[in-house]
Nanobody
């Protein structure tokens, strides 16, 4: 089992940057793909970014592509989401997720079956 704790959320002005961190504890972190989802007020949870266990495949939602970067540090058991050029529309609770087949499941529309989720960290982008 892997436990996930997000951090790094907060209030930032539009155009600014923020880096979210997800720290994992448990066995075999390097065997898990990692990802980020977000849920804005009044909206469904949506996919943001994911990286497979090897770091060889990365997917981004169209809405964040070219602005956000996902990266994993297997030595430290951390996955990051670097968010640049933030917009008010990025305001949401951001959730970290871990799954051994995350990219495949996201691509197949099976996000509801992802294995583990963190509790979320709130990002608020002001105008």
């Amino acid at each position: 089992q892997v436990q996930l704790v997000e951090s790094g959320g907060g209030l930032v002005q539009a155009g600014g940057s923020l880096r979210l961190s997800c720290t994992a504890s448990g066995r075999s972190f390097e065997n898990y793909g990692m990802g980020w989802f977000r849920q804005a007020p009044g909206k469904e949870r949506e996919f943001v970014a994911a990286v497979n266990s090897l770091g060889s495949t990365i997917d981004y939602a169209d809405s964040v592509k070219s602005r956000f970067t996902i990266a994993r540090d297997d030595a430290a058991d951390i996955v990051y989401l670097q968010m640049n050029s933030l917009e008010p529309e990025d305001t949401a609770v951001y959730y970290c997720t871990a799954d051994r087949n995350i990219v495949a499941r996201v691509r197949a529309g099976l996000s509801r079956f992802l294995e583990r989720w963190g509790q979320g960290t709130l990002v608020t982008v002001s105008s």
